[in-house]
């Protein structure tokens, strides 16, 4: 049965950093490219960063990018995202999910569509305020 837990969430400053943890069981990361999204109140699920499991390659929405680092460890099954620079406006609840495989051939824009994801986790909490 495969199954994301997110974790890693919490409050934090402008200008602050966490780092989100994907940890994955009935599966191991590198079978599926790994998506982290994430959702503010009133707004739509927003595609944030993939990571491949063809060749590792990396994407990021343009909100995020020289911010966050997604990041893979094998010997723990777990996806990272690294967030640094934090603002309010990455507030939000962040999940991650797998990459249906057939939408990996045009990963570079189909890693923002949740629509091209099959398996979810619950999500976690991000708030940057003051």
């Known amino acids: 049965q495969v199954q994301l837990v997110e974790s890693g969430g919490g409050l934090v400053q402008p200008g602050g950093s966490l780092r989100l943890s994907c940890a994955a069981s009935g599966f191991t990361v590198d079978y599926y490219a790994i998506g982290w999204f994430r959702q503010a109140p009133g707004k739509e699920r927003e595609g944030v960063s993939c990571i491949s499991n063809f060749d590792d390659s990396t994407y990021y929405a343009d909100s995020v990018k020289g911010r966050f680092t997604i990041s893979r460890d094998n010997a723990k099954n777990t996806v990272y995202l690294q967030m640094n620079s934090l603002k309010p406006e990455d507030t939000g609840v962040y999940y991650c999910?797998?990459?249906?495989?057939?939408?990996?051939?045009?990963?570079?824009?189909?890693?923002?569509?949740?629509?091209?994801?099959?398996?979810w986790g619950q999500g976690t909490q991000v708030t940057v305020s003051s």
């Open positions: 999910a797998t990459l249906n495989p057939h939408a990996l051939g045009a990963i570079a824009t189909s890693f923002s569509s949740q629509y091209d994801y099959d398996y």
